[in-house]
T-cell receptor, first 116, second 113 residues
Framework: AQKVTQAQTEISVVEKEDVTLDCVYETRDTTYYLFWYKQPPSGELVFLIRRNSFDEQNEISGRYSWNFQKSTSSFNFTITASQVVDSAVYFCALSEAYSGNTPLVFGKGTRLSVIA | EAGVAQSPRYKIIEKRQSVAFWCNPISGHATLYWYQQILGQGPKLLIQFQNNGVVDDSQLPKDRFSAERLKGVDSTLKIQPAKLEDSAVYLC???????????FGPGTRLTVT
């Protein structure tokens, strides 16, 4: 069975601090995809990144970076120089890769509050 | 490109009443999902459609929940009768040509009193 664990329920940081959101996953599949989504107060889930299990390269996009380590089954997300607009709930998710339309298994989310 | 549309955005009903939610996916997206998000948790899949056929409804409480996608475009999710534990946000998502990218609608927040 697939499972995603986000151990941090809530994190609060002061603006401009760096913050890392942890994600640990479990799957018996050798091929899978990992995702991060942002859910602002409006409620809509916003896609941030997709990573497949064969690509362990870290990725940076502006102030966002992701660290994928297969050896520890982790896919952590770092926000550099956080801003108030980063305040949201962040979800890590996992899907099998046998087709392009498999449903997502989500973690419980981490609520990030960035204080000005 | 218009996003996934859902209505209503909010609904308050009493237990044992019925309720229906509507979703219109992004144009051309063949796969449609309904997720239930209980407060403080991540979304959980209820049902997945490929065109107008059901792919996975293993987590749908079929004694009270039903869903259809008759023409392979928009979809309706119904709860009858509702229970207090059905209070949640119901999210609709769709996938198109770009595989593994699900686009989510704004959700319908249901409160059962």
């Amino acid at each position: 069975a697939q499972k995603v664990t986000q151990a941090q329920t809530e994190i609060s940081v002061v603006e401009k601090e760096d913050v890392t959101l942890d994600c640990v996953y479990e799957t018996r599949d050798t091929t899978y995809y990992l995702f991060w989504y942002k859910q602002p107060p409006s409620g809509e889930l916003v896609f941030l990144i997709r990573r497949n299990s064969f690509d362990e390269q870290n990725e940076i996009s502006g102030r966002y970076s992701w660290n994928f380590q297969k050896s520890t089954s982790s896919f952590n997300f770092t926000i550099t120089a956080s801003q108030v607009v980063d305040s949201a709930v962040y979800f890590c998710a996992l899907s099998e890769a046998y087709s392009g339309n498999t449903p997502l298994v989500f973690g419980k989310g981490t609520r990030l509050s960035v204080i000005a | 490109e218009a996003g996934v549309a859902q209505s209503p955005r909010y609904k308050i009903i009493e237990k044992r009443q019925s309720v229906a939610f509507w979703c219109n996916p992004i144009s051309g997206h063949a796969t449609l999902y309904w997720y239930q998000q209980i407060l403080g948790q991540g979304p959980k899949l209820l049902i997945q459609f490929q065109n107008n056929g059901v792919v996975d409804d293993s987590q749908l409480p079929k004694d009270r929940f039903s869903a259809e996608r008759l023409k392979g475009v928009d979809s309706t999710l119904k709860i009858q009768p509702a229970k207090l534990e059905d209070s949640a946000v119901y999210l609709c998502a769709s996938t198109g040509q770009v595989l593994y990218e699900q686009y989510f609608g704004p959700g319908t927040r249901l409160t059962v009193t």
